[in-house]
Structures are given as C-alpha cells and as structure tokens.
C-alpha cells in the first residue's frame, strides 16, 4: 500500500454531488424522515450483497454476528448511529460511492430538485439517497470495513466542497469488525430523530419489511429489534392489509405515491415462485434512459440475487416489485440468467399476468387503470411495436386521445365506425393540438369519422407496421392513398357538388410538377382535403413522414420528398391554373402550396427568407400594390 492510500486525504465532490447538497443543506423540506429510511435501505442492501458474495466465498461471513442493521441514539453527543454488518467498502468505493453519483440523468434530476416545491417524492429515486442525510446532520462519519480485508477507512464531510478519508483510529477499527457504521452529527433542529418513538416510528412505516433485522440500540436498557424482517411477499394475501402492501412497495421501490395496481401471488407447477408486484402511480425520473432496465428484484430463497435480470419486458420497466424462486441455483451467474430456461418461462409466465392483471384493472378499476396510464402509456405502447405476441391485448389496453374525446379505447372507436366504414383511422404528429387542425382530418371530418391522434414518439414506430385490432386494419391520414367515397358525408352539402373539381386535374397538376420540380416526389388530386389548400403525404410503401422526422433527428435516415396532395376546388389552386403557364405568379403559387403545407406540419420552408420575399409580392400583388 504507498503512502497515498495510507495518509489522510481531501477530495472535492463530484460537481453534482455539490449542487445536491447545497440543495440538501439549505433546501427546508416539509418532510425530513426519508434520510433514516434511505440509509436503513443501504445498510440492507450491503447486507443483501455480502450474504450473495458469501455463497461462492463462505469465509466472508466469518463467525461474526448474523446480518443485521443498528440504530444507535445517543442524546449526549448529539449523534444518531446506523450501522451494518454487511459488505462494506474499501478505500476506494467510499471515494466512488459516496464521492460521486454515477446514475445517468442525474443533472436532470438536480435541475427538477431545484424546481420542486418540495423534495420528498424526489430524492431517493436516483440513487442519491445517502445524501438525504446532510438534510438533518451538520457533520456525517463513515467508518467501513470491506468483509475479508484488514483495513478500515473513515469517510468524513460536512456537506461542503469535499471530503476526507482517512485511515480508521484503532479505537473505530475495533468497533468495526466488517461492514459500516455511519455517525449522523445531527443539527440542532433535528435532534427530535434521537427519540426511540421517533426511529421506531419512521422504521414501522418505511422499512418494517427489511429482511435483516433491525435493533434500536437506546442509551438506557437492552437492544430490541423494531421491525418484523419477514418477506412479505412469501406471505399469504389473507394475512396482508392495503397498508401492509403500500408499505412494502414504498420500502421495495423508495417510492412515496401510493400503488396504483399491487399483484401478489404464488406460482405452483414446474416451476415455484413468489411474485409481488406494483405499478406505481407516478413516473419516475428513469423511465425513458436509454438502457430501458427494469427495476423487479430476483430472490432465491429469499436470498437477493440482483435487479438486473430483466425479469419484464422493456416495455413494463416500470413495474417494481420482487420475484423470489424457489427453483434457482444460489450461485447464478449473470450469464446464466440470459440463457436459464427456467428463468426464461418465469420471464414468460410474469409479463403474461402483468398484462393480465392489467387488463382486469382496466375492466374493474377505471380510475386506478387511468392514473397508470397517463404515467406510462407511452412506455405500454412500446410493447405494440416489440412483443408480436401481446399486441392484441396491448391496443385493448390502450386509451387515446380522439377527434372525438379523451382515454378513448379502440372498442369504443370501433362501436362507433360510420355505415361503411371498415377501417381504424389514425394521424400521427408531434402534437395534439396540432394534430386537432391537421388539414387531413378534414375528409374524415366530414363523414364524422373518429380519427385517433397520436403524438407520443412512439407511435410513429408502432404505426410504422401492418396493424389491425378486432379484425379491423387500421389506417394512416397520411399515408399512401386514401378512399373515404362509401362513407356518407354528415354534412348538408351536396355531395356531387362537393367533390366535384373546380379545374382540370391533369392539366393543374402538370403546371404545379414543373413549378416545383424536384422538390416533391408527386403532385395529386387529394380525397383528404375539403377546405384547405394542400397536404403533405408519404408513400404507402415506405416510413410514415413522421417516422422519418424522429429518425432525421437522431442522425439515422435520410429524408425522402413527400407526395403534394393539392385540393382542386381551392381558390389557390384555381389561381394557378387561370395564371399563364411559366409565369412567375405560377412559380409562387405553386411554391406557396408545398410552403403552407410544410409549416401546417410544423416543419419550416426550405428556404424561409424566400417564402417570406414570395410571400409579401403575393400579397402586395393582391392589394393591388
């Protein structure tokens, strides 16, 4: 060991590690009673890994004492104790884990501290959870001891600009045989968190469901364990209350909300295992990492084996909660949980009854099945584009926002389709409200046809393939073409007068082709227009332009040149075709068709300063200027 590692030493934090607890010291929360339970979750996790590591290395656990976390009060020094047996940490990771918060989205996740109003339902989510306690202490003191080393490190800060580690006095290296101890200097305003009441209080409602035990050790009397350390979900359902369960889903997940979907039960057969499983009803801040892990815990006879094996599909990683086998070897190793057959229809059997599960809520539960979906319909609908196999059942479980109303679910499109109508209609965009004033509604409007609008990312990719629901296709607004004739207009006006065209089509078209050149694949008669000038549509055949936009975006395709779909009947296109053929006014005219159609895209002209040069001669034009 050089002397480096030996001597006494003073690092600054990581740049976000310093914002945070600038916002943790001089932040004032309504609540401050998280900081017990973050730590107590970190004493139980380090606990969790040592007793995962012991089963290749049984001589971590020595002989010492059985896994268990402490509390310590102590009123006279003014100082709150938690202390574990667990793994503990060498020199090194005290500097990586308490030096530096490696979860990506962290800058996002300070700038939506900074915002809230209260930090409670924030903290905790991203991994920063130790830091929550600078929230009560002046000065913080880690003392840890990795299992199986000799040397014991002492992490000390004061919620600055930095830390110091040092190594242990012999009189804290004595104390620590293995694992940590970590020495709240309390303030003086949280003083009331040295109370036996206080801890026992925090710890029934947060943490009663710890698998270790947990000792409140007082000034006065003997150590008692304050939680019943049981694993809840190996319990019967008869024996859980709705608290008992929204207690195990806060202390499983470090969530404040409420569950708004808890699926607990035992699989019994070929294979055995215990599922307890949330949906949470309120998003967290990870959802849409480009990693797309889950967060469902895997046990082996109750033994935490990891929450990285991806025991649900990417599309239901919000779901929380814990799978514990019975069936499992201890020892499985990474590489055997991507190919364990038994895990793999564990995998299967799960997800199935998620969707399931989800699917009853929807039917009993309306208002709880919402709250999920307004979270993580987004996140669902992946599942439409990845898992063939669920698609069905995942457009059942879908709610979209109609030119009719609001959590509209395909059945209800479907009961109200027009005489004729054979087709699920749809429109992609960025936004609704956008998506509300899109000229390709205007056809369907007219027959009063109900038109999905959907504007999550997402759906430009799940849209992107041949998708029918009950038997009905469903079919783009702006793709490929489209033929609405069978479907009577709800309208009063004459229907031969409506769709009868003000100007020769093939002569109108040829003039706009040549005005525009290679700047559109085709000129065409519309179907979808009514009222407005033209439309910008993609080919049947290839990505939907707003597909091509998120992929343009993302430095992964190129874009193509749209279909120019003009209304014969419109003024504007008149306009071209009484103007004589090559003439500058048939140039801007034609070029002012593809322009508008472009921004009603939310897309910009190709040449903005010369729409509005085209623009201001057109109009000055008109004003007889």
């Known amino acids: 060991m050089t002397t480096s590692d030996t001597a006494a030493h003073t690092q600054p934090f990581q740049a976000e590690v310093s914002e945070l607890l600038h916002l943790m010291v001089h932040s004032v929360y309504s609540e401050t009673d998280i900081f017990l339970r973050e730590l107590v979750s970190n004493a139980s996790d380090a606990c969790d890994k040592l007793r995962y590591e012991a089963i290749a290395n049984p001589a971590l656990l020595g002989e010492g004492d059985a896994l268990k976390i402490r509390i310590i009060p102590n009123k006279t020094a003014g100082t709150l104790t938690i202390a574990d047996n667990g793994i503990g940490m060498e020199r090194q990771e005290l500097i990586d884990h308490l030096g530096t918060i490696a979860r990506s989205g962290t800058k996002a996740f300070v700038s939506k501290l900074k915002e809230a109003k209260e930090g409670l339902g924030l903290i905790g989510q991203f991994g920063v959870g130790f830091y929550s306690a600078f929230m009560v202490a002046e000065k913080i003191v880690v003392v840890s001891r990795r299992a199986g080393e000799s040397d014991v490190w002492t992490w000390t800060s004061s919620g600055g600009s930095g830390f110091e580690i040092a190594r242990a006095s012999d009189e804290d290296a004595a104390r620590v045989a293995r694992g940590t101890e970590i020495v709240l200097h309390l303030k003086d305003d949280a003083k009331k968190y040295l109370e036996a009441y206080e801890i026992e209080r925090i710890i029934s409602a947060y943490s009663d469901n710890i698998l270790f035990p947990i000792e409140l050790v007082p000034e006065e009397g003997e150590p008692r364990q304050i939680n019943s350390a049981s694993a809840l979900w190996q319990r019967s359902k008869s024996e859980l209350t709705p608290e008992d369960y929204k207690k195990a889903y806060q202390q499983i997940?470090?969530?404040?909300?409420?569950?708004?979907?808890?699926?607990?039960?035992?699989?019994?057969?070929?294979?055995?295992?215990?599922?307890?499983?949330?949906?949470?009803?309120?998003?967290?801040?990870?959802?849409?990492?480009?990693?797309?892990?889950?967060?469902?815990?895997?046990?082996?006879?109750?033994?935490?084996?990891?929450?990285?094996?991806d025991l649900l599909p990417g599309y239901l990683r919000f779901i929380r909660g814990v799978v514990d086998s019975e069936d499992l070897p201890l020892n499985i190793s990474r590489e055997?949980?991507?190919?364990?057959?038994?895990?793999?229809?564990?995998?299967?059997?799960?997800?199935?009854?998620?969707?399931?599960?989800?699917e009853s809520l929807a039917d009993k539960d309306p208002e709880n099945f919402t709250r999920i979906w307004d979270a993580f319909g987004a996140v669902l609908k992946e599942g439409i584009y990845e898992d063939f196999e669920r698609r069905e059942k995942l457009l059942a479980l879908s709610r979209f926002t109609t030119t009719t109303g609001e959590k509209r679910s395909l059945k209800d499109v479907i009961a109200g389709f027009k005489p004729n109508q054979t087709e699920i209609y749809y429109l992609v965009g960025d936004s609704i409200e956008r998506l509300?004033?899109?000229?390709?509604?205007?056809?369907?409007?007219?027959?009063?046809?109900?038109?999905?609008?959907?504007?999550?990312?997402?759906?430009?990719?799940w849209t992107s393939m041949p998708t029918?629901?009950?038997?009905?296709?469903?079919?783009?607004?702006?793709q490929g073409d489209l033929n609405l004739d069978l479907i009577p207009r709800t309208d009063e006006t004459?229907?031969?007068?409506?769709?009868?065209?003000?100007?020769?089509?093939?002569?109108?078209?040829?003039v706009i082709k040549a005005a525009l050149g290679e700047r559109v694949t085709d000129v065409k008669a519309s179907?979808?227009?009514?009222?407005?000038?033209?439309?910008?549509?993609?080919?049947s055949q290839g990505p939907s332009r707003e597909l091509e936009r998120i992929l343009s975006q993302q430095n992964r395709g190129m874009r193509t040149r749209p279909i120019l779909e003009i209304n014969l009947r419109h003024p504007l296109v008149t306009a071209i075709t009484r103007a004589q053929a090559g003439s500058r006014d048939v140039d801007d005219l034609s070029l002012l068709l593809l322009e508008q159609a472009q921004i009603l895209d939310g897309e910009l002209p190709e040449d903005p300063a010369a729409f509005a040069s085209r623009l201001n001669r057109l109009v000055l034009q008109g004003l007889g200027g």
């Open 468 to 478: 029918e629901f009950d038997g009905k296709p469903m079919k783009s607004l702006s």
């Open 527 to 539: 179907t979808r227009l009514t009222s407005s000038a033209s439309c910008l549509v993609a080919d």
């Open 494 to 510: 004459d229907d031969a007068k409506k769709d009868e065209p003000a100007v020769d089509e093939a002569a109108t078209i040829a």
């Open 253 to 309: 997940a470090s969530a404040f909300d409420d569950p708004a979907m808890t699926l607990h039960y035992r699989a019994e057969g070929r294979y055995s295992y215990a599922v307890l499983l949330f949906a949470p009803s309120t998003k967290p801040f990870d959802l849409f990492e480009p990693s797309r892990k889950g967060r469902v815990k895997l046990y082996v006879r109750r033994v935490f084996i990891t929450d990285d094996a």
């Open 436 to 461: 509300k004033s899109n000229p390709r509604l205007e056809a369907a409007t007219a027959r009063g046809i109900e038109v999905l609008l959907l504007s999550d990312p997402v759906d430009a990719f």
């Open 336 to 358: 055997m949980l991507q190919n364990n057959p038994q895990l793999a229809q564990i995998r299967k059997a799960v997800a199935t009854r998620v969707v399931s599960e989800l």
